[in-house]
């Protein structure tokens, strides 16, 4: 779970669309790996959202169990995956869960907001059962709100790719005066150093990197957003965000702008 500042631009101050993308045999090359935002000055005005990614086998009759949970961690945005259908619907407490699933199949995203949030919706994109997003006009702010459950690592590298290019897509669509947050299971190990991404890895990660973390890295750098796990020095237990039998890795990132604040002050992560 963690606790993100969304902070509102100056208006008039969209950048337009990204540039295409140049493939690279692996998908995340946008002007030698880095699409470069311009920074804007901040104003005063802020949001505080409190974030937290589920995975959960199933939702049959565990919607209100889930509210129950989010009212009592005061959470208004909550990223879940293994959800089936692609559908909207109360949960109980004011929650409400946007969802799209492959019926019959293990995947699924879908988020959750609370009564406020959900009043704020101006648009669903259910790309597919890998990938959904949420637009919200909140307080004058525009933010984009992602979900994300990336193909396990045994996967074929078709599958791989193809939700890679889902992901760019759905990214440069966004325009840069917009906030973007993402969250979700990526299936990748970002490892423990920062080792050149210094801009995106704040160097507290966990294990070592392998090949679909370094995917996530230069998507991140691609899109200038910010692993938020990596920014702060926790306890290895408080890394862990899957764990089976001995083995223990942390699959679960949230990521943000890095302009916009991963520092202390600003954002505190619990386990959960």
């Known amino acids: 779970m963690v606790s993100l500042d969304a902070r509102a631009y100056p208006t008039g101050d969209a950048q337009?669309?990204?540039?295409?993308?140049?493939r690279n045999g692996q998908g995340l090359s946008y002007r030698n790996g880095r699409v470069r935002r311009?920074?804007?000055?901040?104003s005063v005005r802020e949001l505080r959202l409190r974030c937290a990614s589920w995975n959960v086998g199933t939702m049959s009759g565990r919607g209100r169990e889930l509210a129950d949970v989010l009212k009592r961690r005061r959470i208004n945005v909550p990223a879940r995956d293994k959800v089936e259908?692609?559908?909207?619907?109360?949960?109980?407490?004011?929650?409400?869960?946007?969802?799209?699933?492959?019926?019959?199949?293990r995947n699924g995203v879908g988020i959750v907001l609370d009564s406020r949030l959900k009043?704020?919706?101006?648009?669903?994109?259910?790309?597919?059962?890998?990938?959904i997003a949420i637009k919200l006009v909140?307080?004058?702010m525009t933010l984009n709100l992602v979900s994300v459950y990336a193909p396990q690592s045994g996967c074929e590298e078709s599958v791989k790719e193809k939700f890679w290019e889902d992901y760019d897509c759905l990214l440069m669509n966004l325009q840069d005066s917009e906030e973007v947050y993402v969250g979700g299971d990526f299936n990748g190990h970002v490892g423990r150093e920062s080792?050149?991404?210094?801009?995106?890895?704040?160097?507290?990660?966990l294990g070592n990197r392998n090949a679909y973390g370094e995917a996530l890295l230069q998507?991140?750098?691609a899109f200038d957003l910010a692993i938020t796990n990596t920014w702060f020095k926790k306890k290895e237990e408080h890394l862990i965000t899957y764990k089976s039998g001995h083995h223990?890795?942390?699959?679960d990132y949230f990521l943000k702008q890095p302009n916009t604040a991963p520092s202390k002050d600003k954002m505190t992560y619990v386990r959960e």
Do not use: M
């Not at 619907?89 to 199949?105: A, M, T, V």
């Not at 991404?197 to 990660?205: C, I, L, M």
């Open 85 to 105: 259908g692609c559908k909207a619907r109360e949960i109980g407490e004011g929650y409400k869960l946007y969802y799209c699933g492959s019926d019959g199949k």
């Open 248 to 251: 223990a890795t942390q699959i």
């Open 219 to 221: 998507a991140a750098c």
């Open 119 to 131: 009043e704020c919706v101006v648009d669903v994109k259910r790309v597919n059962d890998s990938l």
């Open 38 to 42: 311009k920074k804007r000055a901040l």
């Open 138 to 140: 909140v307080d004058g």
């Open 195 to 205: 080792d050149g991404y210094e801009r995106v890895h704040g160097g507290w990660g």
């Open 16 to 22: 337009g669309q990204h540039p295409a993308p140049v």
